[in-house]
């Protein structure tokens, strides 16, 4: 027989805390990507109203450069803001489960430590009294050899005169 078994093995704690801060950052890095995409489209979107204007207003061409300079700050302003929101958000979940990782690592090595505690005493408990036992079982094997001895020794002493 095998002394393998069949069954798939589980994840422990902290494989699992781990699957979840990455998928956490993941998801984070994603999102930061999708803002960043947004913002790129958005002014492209406006450098190319930007050019269009130029093309069929010749007097108004510099207003309309800075207006689009600014609209394009402000899409760009808006998109750092998301994506600072969203890794700030992303650091505190991951502040948050590792935090309750190290609290409930602690009450595992807690609990462990009593088990040992336990077992230690119950040990020593056991000990004593097979010792104790043992004393007492040797007391009684030799008081019964001392007994045999000398009922021997009187019926040798008898036998011989």
Known sequence: MS???????????FEKVKETIESLWEGTKDTAEDVKEAAEEKIEDIKEKVAAKKATATKKAAPTKTEAAKKANV???KAKNAVSQVKAKAETKAKAITAKAKDE???AKKA?????AKA????????AKAKTEAAEAKKAIAS???KATTSVKK???ATAK
């Open 112 to 116: 462990v430590a009593d088990v040992k």
């Open 3 to 13: 002394d393998q078994t069949t069954q798939p093995e589980e994840k422990g704690f």
């Open 105 to 107: 690592a602690a009450t």
């Open 120 to 127: 230690a005493t119950k040990a020593k408990t056991i000990t």
């Open 75 to 77: 899409v760009t302003t």
């Open 144 to 146: 019964k050899t001392a």
């Open 155 to 157: 019926k040798a002493a």
